[in-house]
């Protein structure tokens, strides 16, 4: 998961939730990760019950604390067998005793809602998983109906990987890979028009999006447009040219009737790259909770996902790079990263910091410049300057050969003036100067010579 790109102030950004959310949010859920010091199940649960509109979601194990806790608050809950489970489900009394162990002593107090066999098994490269992968949806099945149990649906999620996509291939050409097309998907998409449930994806433009063409994946303008020449469509972000390339390839196999459930997607509010950000991240999941209310897309127009936002907590416990530990819309004292109206009546969660707001742009005439902090590394430099350069709306000419702030011996110059014209450009506000934590704001002029900023 990433890295934040400077954008418009968070201030901005929130009038503009406010003036572009539906006036109810339906249908929306959340990953809810454990990997940090969070607060216990029932706190989370009576947060997003009485706080939030929230109304379900997906965990990643079948944590009975976390499942129990639950149980008499109309959330929906989806629960994950673990990756390492799914060989001996492929066997039909294994399957009955993981049912009657993990589902039955929950259920209905609470409403388990979906099944997930494994996550990305695909993706794992794992041929015993993948082989046994249908065999365990399918006994799971057939032990819930035996258990009589009607209203939970058993699905497994999918890592986009298993679309042959190119960034700028036509989405009405999407196809699954070959090898996994026939072989291994049309059977699955079989078991889920003959079960009715839904075919479970997990589209992140994060983890493939082209670095000159940032704000088509995060929603934003000026951005690179692709359009398909066999259907004459205009794609103007990332997010639906991969949900109709996952269309396409399922009516290709003969299925695109067949449910689409967003399994995980999100943007994370801070990594080691200038495109995470506070602003980004939120404008992102706007957008996302925007389709989800029923926008649809071009080749599914008016359609409603229901969508499972990644995720509900910033896990300050998972390893890897910054972006792992941002991708969460509340912290573990529940106040918000930011706002993306999901807080009823804008309440700031059990008694935690209220979403950040940038302060007011500034109106005189002078007196802040936005410059690199010491110890910046050359590659944080370097990329401030591709992503201002490339994706903020600034004339970089001056750090050009023969430009007034050219010195080739002072990359360190270089990037703050192109972050001060940024920062200069959209009102001065403190946060188009964060750029992921590699700006500060200064009061005295950094000017030198010929080189004004």
């Given at each position: ?89 492929a066997n039909g009394i294994q399957a009955r005793r993981w049912v ?169 509010s801070a990594c080691d790259a200038p495109w995470c950000s506070l ?175």
């Amino acid at each position: 998961m990433a890295n934040a790109p400077p954008s418009i102030s968070l201030l901005l950004l929130s009038a503009a939730v406010f003036l572009t959310l539906p006036a109810a949010i339906s249908s929306i859920g959340v990953n809810y990760g454990t990997l940090g010091n969070l607060p216990p199940p029932t706190q989370v649960a009576n947060f997003l019950k009485t706080q939030t509109s929230i109304d379900s979601v997906k965990i990643f194990n079948v944590n009975p604390d976390i499942i129990r806790a639950f149980a008499g608050t109309g959330i929906s809950v989806v629960v994950t067998v673990p990756n390492g489970d799914i060989p001996a489900l492929a066997n039909g009394i294994q399957a009955r005793r993981w049912v009657s162990a993990n589902i039955l002593p929950f259920h209905p107090q609470t409403k388990i809602k979906y099944i997930s066999v494994g996550n990305e098994i695909l993706l794992s490269g794992d041929n015993n998983m993948i082989s046994n992968l249908l065999p365990a949806m399918k006994n799971l099945n057939a032990a819930l109906v035996r258990a009589g149990v009607k209203d939970i649906k058993v699905t497994t999620a999918h890592s986009l990987n298993i679309i042959a996509y190119e960034l700028n291939g036509a989405p009405s050409s999407g196809r699954f890979r070959a090898g996994w097309d026939k072989g291994v998907l049309a059977p699955i998409l079989a078991y889920h028009r003959q079960t009715k449930s839904p075919f479970m994806v997990n589209p992140y433009p994060y983890f493939g999006f082209d670095p000159k063409n940032v704000n088509f994946a995060i929603f934003r303008s000026p951005y690179k447009a692709v359009r398909d020449p066999l259907t004459g469509k205009v794609y103007t972000n990332m997010y639906d040219t991969l949900m109709d390339s996952t269309y396409s390839a399922m009516k290709a196999l003969g299925y695109g009737d067949v449910d689409i459930v967003v399994g995980e997607t999100g943007w994370p509010s801070a990594c080691d790259a200038p495109w995470c950000s506070l602003e980004n991240a939120a404008w992102f999941n706007l957008n996302i909770i925007k389709r989800a209310q029923g926008q649809g897309t071009p080749l599914m127009p008016n359609r409603r996902f229901e969508t499972y936002i990644f995720g509900l907590f910033n896990e300050e416990g998972k390893p890897g790079p910054t972006a792992e530990r941002n991708w969460g819309l509340f912290r573990s004292d529940f106040s918000p990263v930011y706002d993306v109206g999901l807080l009823r009546n804008k309440q700031g969660g059990g008694g935690g910091r209220p979403a950040p707001a940038m302060p007011a742009p500034s109106t005189t005439a002078g007196g802040k410049w936005c410059v690199a902090k010491p110890g910046v590394t050359d590659a944080q430099l370097q990329g401030n300057i591709d992503w201002v350069c490339s994706q903020g709306g600034v004339d970089c000419k001056p750090i050009q050969t023969g430009g007034s702030c050219s010195n080739p011996n002072s990359l360190r110059t270089q990037a703050s003036f192109v972050m001060n014209a940024y920062f200069q450009k959209n009102g001065r506000s403190d946060g188009s100067c964060n750029f992921s934590g590699t700006g500060e704001v200064v009061g005295n002029n950094p000017s030198n010579g010929a080189c004004k900023y």
